[in-house]
């Protein structure tokens, strides 16, 4: 709800992607938006609106690369206003929307159609990525030239690989020459058939077909080997394996372009969560072994992985309410992940909020050409107010997306984002 209110930020702990500590300060935003004091014991301007944050943490807004708000097209699941609401639920303050709408977004005069709708329809900024081929259908490079002059801040097929390694070597070729970032979902299609959920002991269990971790492993490997060849930059979706991650790792200290995300359910579920076929588990990459999520854990802290991204898949509860080998794959996940974050890792001393914001504020901004949100004088605001001692139910009533399908439904998380400052407007939570 924009307005032109003084609001004074009062007795808040400022985190930081730079330091452990928690600054306490007041933060006094003016009309326009612009933080204009930093400072304790700030005096309260006559008619400020004053947010008491005692004992919360004032945190960078989060930036999500990996989002399908399903609109246009698929607006039983998701609108571009569902969206946003629930990004700013979860304290993300912009997001790069994934081009796999209907159409899907694989022209010039399409992406300046969706940021036409974007700048109508949603509360937070959203960049528009564009297909790398054609519909998405994988058979012919889709028109880069006028999505580069749109300024997309990456071409992907979202949730589809590019099955031809000869036409993935000419999209990584043109898209060098475009300066554009190819962003790869590894998975190939004639390992994963109709695999739903991860191969190995609990599929058998399961009796469900399997996807197996060669799948992701494979493509990774031929992604930035084809990038190695091209010289073009490479950001792998949604890492899964620790075998996947050495690959990167290996890529990487071989100087190669490439930067790569895990999703926060990677981080925090294994394959042995998924109870009595609760299809809200079923993923592409699939929920995987204890053994994985600890590598990336480990590779989320040393930063071999760099960037935090929820892929925010929302479907109707219907549609998640088919059998589990026909369900549709993903979740929501926008609102979410901040309190996942601090739930699982950061009230257990894993991790401290510079870590979360370094993977899921500073570095996903970066990786699209964006510079770093902080929360300084002269600065716009963009941050929210978290309270470490709230509590954030995962319901239906409470979930602001229009998918209530998250593996965390009906879950208590710790801590809550109480509100989100962007620009002049503020955001109160319920
Ligand atoms: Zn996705």
């Not at 930035?224 to 290996?250: F, N």
Request: net charge negative; proline share 7%; charged share 20%.
């Amino acid at each position: 709800m924009p307005s032109a209110t003084l609001r004074l930020f009062q007795n808040g702990r400022i985190a930081s992607a730079d330091s452990k500590e928690l600054v306490a300060a007041d933060l006094l935003v003016d009309g326009t938006g612009t933080i204009v004091a930093v400072g304790t014991g700030l005096t309260v301007p006559v008619g400020a609106e004053v947010i008491d944050c005692a004992g919360s943490v004032l945190v960078p807004g989060m930036f999500d690369v990996h989002v399908h708000a399903r609109e246009p097209g698929q607006e039983h699941k998701e609108t571009l206003a569902t969206c946003s609401a629930a990004a700013l639920r979860g304290g993300v303050t912009g997001v790069v929307l994934m081009p796999d709408t209907s159409p899907p977004v694989d022209t010039g005069n399409l992406v300046k159609s969706a940021r036409d709708l974007i700048a109508e329809l949603s509360a937070i900024p959203m960049l528009q990525s564009g297909c790398l081929t054609k519909g998405r259908e994988g058979k012919e490079m889709a028109g880069f030239s006028g999505m580069a002059s749109r300024g997309v801040p990456m071409l992907t097929d979202a949730d589809r690989a590019v099955p031809c390694p000869d036409l993935l070597r000419r999209c990584m070729e043109y898209a060098r020459d475009f300066d554009l970032l190819v962003t790869s979902h590894c998975d190939t299609p004639a390992l994963t058939k109709a695999g739903a959920i991860n191969e190995g002991r609990v599929s058998y269990r399961f009796g469900l077909p399997g996807i197996p971790a060669i799948s992701q492993e494979i493509a990774i490997d031929r992604d930035i080997r084809v990038a190695q060849h091209t010289g073009a930059k490479l950001h792998l979706q949604q890492i899964s394996t620790e075998r996947g991650l050495q690959s990167v790792r290996c890529a990487k200290e071989a100087g190669t372009l490439v930067t790569c995300e895990v999703s926060p359910h990677h981080l925090v579920l294994t394959e042995q969560d998924i109870r009595d076929y609760n299809t809200h588990f079923k993923f592409n990459p699939p929920l995987r072994p204890l053994a994985d999520v600890e590598a990336l854990v480990a590779g989320f802290i040393d930063g071999s992985i760099e960037v935090l991204a929820c892929d925010h898949a929302p479907h109707t509860e219907f549609e998640k309410s088919s059998e589990f080998g026909t369900a549709p794959f993903g979740a929501a996940g926008l609102e979410t992940t901040v309190p996942l974050m601090f739930d699982r890792f950061i009230r257990k001393g894993v991790f401290g909020w510079d870590l979360l914001i370094e993977r899921y504020s500073a570095a996903p901004r970066r990786l699209v050409g964006l510079a770093p949100v902080a929360i300084a004088e002269g600065a716009r605001a963009e941050f929210f107010v978290f309270d470490p001692e709230g509590e954030t139910p995962v319901t239906r009533e409470t979930m602001k997306t229009k998918s209530p399908v998250s593996p965390f439904l009906g879950e208590t998380l710790a801590g809550k984002v109480r509100g989100t400052a962007l620009g002049a407007a503020w955001h109160p939570q319920g």
